[in-house]
């Protein structure tokens, strides 16, 4: 990899990290794409090459991934909905049901005592909601390549 490159990968990371930790506030592209430092269409094609999916794909992955834990924990739809930075309810469900492959209604109402016994960073991995149908992303290769060969 160039140096360009690793510099963007970095950029990118950035903007990741500003999704996982305010995933509940109001986030859009052209506020992720200048914290990477890039233009917002750029940023889109950068990001999707990188991880697999567009930057707002990734947002609202990362908000359905904790709604399933609040729904796990008994909190109901409506507030897992608005906890997560979600402002409609139906397309709230609409996500959900897409990547999880069950209504977030039928979800809560599950048995979860296998999830909520493991540790949470197990439960995390185990429970991260995938779409269906859709494998992991051939540009991994690329993270990992630019981590070094002690990544691989």
């Given at each position: 990899?160039t140096?360009?490159?690793?510099?963007?990968l970095?950029?990118?990371?950035?903007?990741?990290?500003l999704?996982?930790?305010?995933?509940?506030?109001?986030?859009?592209?052209p506020?992720?794409?200048r914290k990477?430092?890039?233009?917002?269409?750029?940023?889109s094609?950068?990001?999707?090459?990188a991880?697999?999916?567009?930057?707002?794909?990734?947002?609202?992955?990362?908000?359905?991934?904790?709604?399933m834990a609040?729904?796990r924990?008994?909190?109901?739809?409506?507030?897992?909905?608005?906890?997560?930075?979600c402002?409609?309810?139906?397309?709230?469900?609409?996500?959900f049901?897409?990547?999880?492959g069950?209504?977030?209604?039928?979800?809560?109402?599950?048995?979860?005592?296998?999830?909520n016994?493991?540790?949470?960073?197990?439960?995390?991995?185990?429970?991260?909601p995938?779409?269906?149908?859709?494998?992991?992303?051939?540009?991994?290769?690329?993270?990992r390549e630019?981590a070094g060969p002690?990544a691989?």
């Amino acid at each position: 990899m160039t140096p360009q490159e690793i510099a963007n990968l970095v950029h990118l990371r950035r903007a990741r990290d500003l999704i996982d930790r305010d995933y509940a506030r109001p986030l859009d592209v052209p506020t992720m794409a200048r914290k990477a430092l890039m233009s917002p269409a750029h940023f889109s094609r950068q990001f999707r090459a990188a991880y697999g999916e567009t930057p707002y794909g990734y947002l609202m992955t990362r908000r359905i991934e904790r709604a399933m834990a609040l729904l796990r924990s008994g909190v109901s739809v409506t507030d897992a909905c608005m906890a997560v930075g979600c402002t409609s309810l139906g397309s709230f469900s609409s996500r959900f049901t897409e990547l999880v492959g069950e209504p977030p209604s039928s979800y809560r109402l599950r048995e979860h005592r296998a999830v909520n016994a493991m540790p949470a960073c197990v439960a995390r991995t185990h429970t991260r909601p995938r779409r269906q149908g859709v494998s992991a992303p051939a540009a991994s290769s690329r993270i990992r390549e630019a981590a070094g060969p002690a990544a691989s």
